[in-house]
């Protein structure tokens, strides 16, 4: 990343600052001056600002097995939330990125790194999240294409085009399936079952992007993103 760019994520200041630091002379990169805030660094130098060498301040980057009955909120005075399984050290950095119903279960990132919740859910990166659900009622025959196409459920603008697929017929009056969408809109899910024919009972988001939920989390359990999911994910990297 560009020298700046990796100041400011160390604290120093703004990437203005840091383009005028740099041309003070006080930013030194393995023991020469600094002269240009587009320099290339890769994190493995040795940079100091004033005469302190820097360190880049790690994030915090967790996957959360969500249980159904909390909810997505940082705080509230009388239902549990998602923050409530972490030590108070912790939950206290954390923002969430996106939201789950209370009733739904599965995969739910944390960070305290805004940018990259930004990134990920931008309605323009149109990031994949995908769902296991479970629904009574009867899903019409053309279920899959419409979703294909783009399923109007009664918003201004008709959905992306998604994916359903693995749809087993567990009833006379029940099916299951997964659904896998690219934007994050209220009660999309439980819309877009709707509308085909059938009413959530069960639902869980078993992946966002390439990362899936990891299969030994339990209910109630996180753990740290790994580099590499973190790179799947599209968070850019100083290593
Ligand atoms: N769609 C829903 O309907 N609910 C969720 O929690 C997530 C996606």
Same mark, same amino acid.
């Given at each position: 990343?560009?020298?700046? *760019?990796?100041?400011?994520d160390c604290g120093v200041g703004s990437r203005s600052q840091?383009?005028?630091?740099?041309?003070?002379?006080?930013?030194?990169?393995?023991?020469? /001056?600094?002269?240009?805030?587009?320099?290339?660094?890769?994190?493995t130098e040795e940079i100091s600002f004033q005469g302190k060498?820097?360190?880049?301040?790690?994030?915090?980057?967790?996957?959360?097995? *969500?249980?159904?009955?909390?909810?997505?909120?940082?705080?509230?005075?009388?239902?549990?939330? /998602?923050?409530?399984?972490?030590?108070?050290?912790?939950?206290?950095?954390?923002?969430?990125?996106?939201?789950?119903?209370?009733?739904?279960?599965?995969?739910?990132?944390?960070? #305290?790194?805004?940018?990259?919740?930004?990134?990920?859910?931008?309605p323009g990166k149109h990031v994949e999240k995908t769902y296991?659900?479970?629904?009574?009622?009867?899903?019409?025959?053309?279920?899959?294409?419409? /979703?294909?196409?783009?399923?109007?459920?009664?918003?201004?603008?008709?959905?992306?085009?998604?994916?359903?697929?693995?749809?087993?017929?567990?009833?006379?009056?029940?099916?299951?399936?997964?659904?896998?969408? *690219?934007?994050?809109?209220?009660?999309?899910? *439980?819309?877009?079952?709707?509308?085909?024919?059938?009413?959530?009972?069960?639902?869980?988001?078993?992946?966002?992007?390439?990362?899936?939920? #990891?299969?030994?989390?339990?209910?109630?359990?996180?753990?740290?993103?790994?580099?590499?999911?973190?790179?799947?994910?599209?968070?850019?990297? /100083?290593?």
């Amino acid at each position: 990343m560009r020298l700046e *760019k990796y100041l400011a994520d160390c604290g120093v200041g703004s990437r203005s600052q840091c383009k005028t630091y740099i041309r003070q002379g006080l930013v030194k990169v393995n023991g020469s /001056v600094a002269e240009n805030g587009a320099q290339k660094v890769s994190g493995t130098e040795e940079i100091s600002f004033q005469g302190k060498a820097l360190t880049l301040a790690k994030n915090l980057y967790f996957m959360f097995h *969500k249980p159904a009955g909390c909810i997505c909120a940082t705080r509230d005075n009388s239902q549990k939330t /998602v923050l409530d399984f972490f030590p108070p050290a912790l939950s206290k950095k954390l923002l969430i990125a996106g939201r789950l119903d209370k009733d739904t279960e599965g995969m739910l990132l944390l960070t #305290d790194d805004g940018a990259f919740i930004h990134q990920l859910m931008s309605p323009g990166k149109h990031v994949e999240k995908t769902y296991f659900f479970k629904a009574s009622g009867r899903l019409s025959k053309d279920a899959a294409d419409r /979703v294909a196409a783009g399923m109007d459920i009664g918003d201004e603008k008709p959905l992306k085009p998604g994916r359903l697929y693995h749809i087993q017929i567990t009833g006379t009056d029940a099916f299951s399936g997964c659904l896998t969408i *690219k934007e994050g809109r209220y009660h999309q899910v *439980k819309r877009m079952i709707k509308a085909l024919g059938g009413e959530v009972s069960y639902l869980k988001r078993i992946s966002i992007g390439p990362v899936s939920l #990891d299969a030994s989390l339990s209910p109630g359990e996180y753990r740290p993103l790994t580099e590499e999911e973190l790179q799947l994910l599209g968070r850019e990297s /100083v290593k």
